[in-house]
């Protein structure tokens, strides 16, 4: 019994000192064009937990709760018209890099694992690993804002339905997306 308490301590101690970090993000997006006819909007919440190993690694994970709705209107085409709504959870495991810091800020290099299993409105269950630029500023010594540049990121994606691509997402067209291309969370160090 001893020997567990003393672990014990000895392990809040190390976590207690260590860098690990709460946080996360909550993004969205509205697009709407008119030449096409379709409308778009999406929220996503996105918790997160990790831990900064050094100067150069950090760890962690998020859990991603998103909602996509879509609407198409062709004027004088009613019988085409369509609604699309989608809800979707997403598993993210990730390691990043620092590759450059500049006083407070710094540019990291995220690598990942997105998984997002067969939901009710996804008949297959989609797998990505990507890299993605991520840029944080250091507010103070416990809070850090981070921006994943995801306009920028490189991704192989596969499916269950047995679909496998390399994509690469270089910013939207005529829409500003704040959940796809551009969003800015934050991160609670103990």
């Known amino acids: 019994m001893k020997r567990l308490l003393v672990f014990i301590l000895l392990f809040s101690a190390t976590i207690a000192s260590a860098q690990v970090y709460i ?3 909550v993004s969205g997006s509205y697009g709407n064009s008119q030449k096409t006819g379709v409308e778009t909007w999406s929220f996503n919440v996105k918790p997160e937990i990790g831990y900064i190993m050094n100067d150069t690694w950090a760890f962690g994970g998020r859990v991603a709760y998103g909602k996509s709705v879509t609407k ?5 085409l009613e019988e085409t018209d369509t609604d699309t709504d989608i809800n979707l959870l997403t598993i993210n495991p990730y390691a990043a890099y620092s590759t450059l810091t500049l006083g407070d800020f710094a540019v990291w290099l995220e690598m990942g694992v997105q998984f997002i299993p067969k939901q009710k409105t996804i008949d297959y269950a989609t797998m990505a690993w990507y890299l993605e ?3 944080t500023y250091d507010l ?4 850090l804002l981070k921006t994943n540049l995801n306009f920028a990121r490189l ?3 596969g499916t269950t339905e ?6 690469g997402n270089f910013g939207a067209d005529n829409i500003i997306a704040f ?3 551009f969003s800015i969370g ?3 160090r103990f």
């Open 179 to 181: 959940d796809e291309d």
């Open 23 to 25: 946080g996360g993000s």
């Open 140 to 143: 103070n010594r416990s809070i």
């Open 186 to 188: 934050f991160v609670y």
């Open 133 to 135: 630029p991520v840029l």
């Open 155 to 157: 991704a192989w994606i």
């Open 72 to 76: 198409t209107e062709v004027p004088g």
């Open 162 to 167: 047995g679909s496998f691509v390399l994509a």
